[in-house]
């Protein structure tokens, strides 16, 4: 198998793992309670996943920008924008999850409605994360490193 | 807030919450301001194919980086204002504002994208 599909392969399923992970803090941390072992584990496996699907992302787009967008924006090039569209949405979630992460980490335990805030911050995160795992499979499906072989 | 704290200017730890779930916020903020200019002046005309070999990613890191930069900016902005206010108050606003972006950054990039 060509290592780009599997990078590929990886860098889509590490997204439907970490947007998971996101919701979890979100649900947790809305109680507004100081942070637990299990929270912070729960916290710290969100973050990573996120950020190795967003590295990895970042790491092959050499390779996609000229094997793959070229072709993507010729075949679709509505499709070609929404991978644009995919590419923001994923800035959006890895700053609002690293802030709220860092964010609830950081309060002390009294301060609940930081805690709170950093709940809502997470379920943005998962939103615009959601998003960008609907809009990457209607890209992935239009075309992908498999199709270049 | 820690008077010791606000006589020095050094932030506690809630502040630092404070400083980065404000930095979290903001940022994508600035990102999507920075692309609506970037459409704004490109008249939102469709990539050429032809050209994409030939671009480079540049465009998004210095976006990203930017976009990092105003929001600390803006979080230092805020951390000064909250001072004076209750920690609250500053994170009750960056949750309702966290969630006003959860639900428009995607209609927001969809239209600009």
């Keep these: ?149 | 807030m820690d008077e010791t704290n606000v006589a020095s200017g050094t932030p506690n730890s809630e502040q630092k919450a404070l400083l980065a779930l404000a930095l979290g916020v903001l940022a994508p903020l600035a990102y999507m301001i920075q692309r609506a200019f970037e459409v704004s002046i490109s008249a939102g005309a469709t990539p050429n194919p032809a050209l994409v070999l030939r671009s480079t990613h540049a465009s998004f890191y210095w976006r990203a980086i930017i976009g990092a930069w105003w929001a600390g900016v803006l979080a230092l902005a805020c951390w000064r204002w909250a001072r004076a206010q209750p920690s609250s108050t500053l994170a009750l606003g960056l949750g309702r504002l966290a969630l006003a972006c959860g639900l428009l950054l995607p209609f927001a990039a969809w239209l600009l994208p």
């Excluded at chain 1, 919701?23 to 941390?29: D, G, N, S």
């Excluded at chain 1, 072992?37 to 000229?66: N, V």
């Excluded at chain 1, 075309?143 to 072989?149: C, L, Q, T, V, Y």
């Design chain 1, 1 to 149: 198998m060509n290592p780009l599909v599997l990078l590929e392969r990886i860098h889509g399923h590490l997204g439907v793992l970490a947007a998971a992970a996101l919701l979890h803090p979100a649900i947790l941390l809305w109680q507004g309670r100081p942070l637990s072992r299990r929270l912070r584990i729960a916290i710290g496996l969100g973050l990573a996943l996120l950020t190795a699907a967003f590295g990895l992302g970042l790491y092959f787009y050499g390779d996609y920008r000229e094997l793959v967008k070229r072709d993507l924006f010729t075949e679709n090039a509505m499709v070609g924008l929404l991978f644009e569209t995919k590419e923001h949405l994923s800035y959006a979630t890895f700053t609002l999850a690293w802030g709220a992460g860092v964010a609830a980490w950081l309060a002390p335990p009294e301060s609940h409605a930081i805690r709170r805030a950093a709940a809502c911050v997470f379920a943005a995160a998962f939103v615009c994360a959601i998003v960008v795992i609907v809009l990457g499979v209607w890209v992935a499906a239009t075309r992908s490193f498999e199709a270049n072989g």
